[in-house]
């Protein structure tokens, strides 16, 4: 079955064709990657998929149910999470009280509850950090539970957004550049972590120019330039294609 369905997707910016009648799936359980030069249309696929650009054209099937065009708080609902290329942290936080924002949409006590701190909402509080305190596990995060955000390493608050998109709940996980500015150390224990987040029942979507990254834990890759959908295919496929080499693989693997 497939998890996700993207049919003739198309954004338009005025005369400007970002993306072009792009069309791919995505199985339950998989591993996908998207790459292509700067510039090809990724991150605008990206903002589609996740409610934050409406598509121009097209459908964006999920599970079997039609999400074109809705918010990007309902796809988030049901069941699409991302990170960003640039962090985006609540830097003065502590990274668990990051984790627990990410619960927000689960909790059912309304706003009277929660002001005169009446003990359903206390609970529901308690469970919220509980569990915010089981994903921070999951990535090695949870002696740094109390820390702020903002003053951890690079590396470190990539994962805590991880532990953020685990925290809404969502079986489809869409991870924007996961490895940019990280040295091989942390490159190979977030492919560790890609590979885990599988291993709980997630679907995996991700921008990524590392090739090793790439070639490594894709299943399947999609190949993106100039806004258009130029291969798909397994990765020794994509290796040896020479649409793709002479457009982004010679470059990059060189």
Avoid: W
């Amino acid at each position: 079955m497939y998890h996700l369905e993207v049919r003739g997707l198309s954004k338009h910016f005025g005369g400007i064709r970002a993306i072009e009648e792009i069309s791919f799936s995505v199985k339950n359980g998989a591993i996908q990657s998207i790459i292509g030069p700067n510039g090809a249309g990724k991150t605008t696929l990206f903002n589609c998929l996740t409610g934050f650009l409406k598509p121009t054209k097209g459908g964006i099937v999920l599970r079997e149910k039609e999400i074109t065009g809705m918010s990007a708080d309902r796809i988030n609902r049901l069941g699409i999470s991302r990170t960003f290329q640039n962090i985006r942290l609540f830097r003065e936080m502590s990274v668990i009280e990051n984790v627990m924002v990410a619960q927000h949409s689960m909790i059912r006590s309304g706003l009277l509850p929660a002001v005169l701190r009446l003990s359903g909402f206390k609970r529901e509080e308690r469970e919220v950090r509980e569990r915010a305190f089981e994903y921070l596990e999951f990535l090695g995060l949870e002696a740094l539970a109390g820390k702020t955000a903002g003053s951890l390493a690079y590396g470190l608050q990539r994962k805590i957004e991880i532990a953020r998109t685990m925290a809404t709940g969502a079986l489809l996980i869409l991870l924007d550049e996961p490895t940019a500015g990280m040295n091989r150390r942390e490159t190979d224990e977030m492919m560790t972590i890609i590979r885990n987040l599988r291993e709980l029942g997630k679907t995996i979507i991700l921008i990524e120019h590392d090739m090793k990254v790439v070639m490594g834990i894709s299943d399947r890759i999609v190949v993106i330039d100039h806004g258009v959908k130029i291969a798909e295919g397994a990765p020794q496929e994509i290796r040896t294609d020479p649409m793709v080499i002479e457009a982004y693989l010679g470059k990059e693997m060189q």
